[in-house]
């Protein structure tokens, strides 16, 4: 069964060029609503996102990271080898909340297919993982986002198994005319990722 999806959700094919005044409706494609329908699913289509979690370090009035407990007193370094229960190692105190979005791999020299292709000597491999999320997600460099276990129908594994933790190394907002903001994706480098099972 194929869907057939309006390319002008608020216009006609027949007259995109028309202005608002004339027709009433914007000839332009709904960003936002276009990146729900293909996230979250719509009346044509799918859902193509899947459950990730955020973690969001956790915040004093001043708007710093609160320090974990297990911190040295002298070096200020948080407690990694016992696997503090707190914050897992992080060295400050963390929130996690489920978030749905969409994530791919990005490559410096072509992407996925050429991950295997041979790097010449001195070379170096920027392999990225971009995720894909709403406008109004709100995300900083200090939060992490952290990959779940799917089962092979793509829903989480219950409890939840954290598999990789990335960090955001670029967070871009994408705006539309008038500087709307109508998505946001993170770049997080792919080696700098902390894989759990390691």
Request: glycine residues 8%; aromatic residues 10%.
């Amino acid at each position: 069964m194929t869907v057939k999806r309006n390319l002008y959700p608020k216009g006609t094919p027949g007259d995109p060029l028309k202005s608002n005044s004339k027709t009433g409706v914007s000839p332009e494609i709904d960003l936002r609503s276009e990146f729900d329908d293909l996230v979250f699913g719509g009346p044509t289509s799918i859902a193509h996102g899947r459950l990730l979690v955020l973690r969001r370090m956790r915040r004093g009035s001043d708007n710093k990271p609160l320090p974990c407990v297990c911190r040295d007193s002298i070096t200020d370094e948080p407690d990694t080898e016992d696997s503090c229960p707190y914050c897992l190692g992080e060295g400050y105190y963390w929130d996690e909340e489920e978030i749905t979005g969409r994530s791919m791999y990005l490559g410096a020299d072509g992407g996925n297919a050429n991950r295997l292709r041979d790097v010449m000597p001195g070379s170096v491999r920027a392999d990225m993982r971009v995720f894909f999320f709403r406008y109004d997600t709100v995300i900083s460099y200090r939060d992490k986002i952290v990959d779940l276990k799917l089962d092979p129908e793509g829903d989480a594994v219950v409890p939840y198994i954290r598999e990789s933790i990335y960090k955001p190394q670029t967070i871009m907002r994408y705006r539309s005319d008038n500087g709307r903001s109508e998505y946001i994706a993170v770049y997080c480098k792919e080696d700098d990722a902390i894989r759990v099972d390691e």
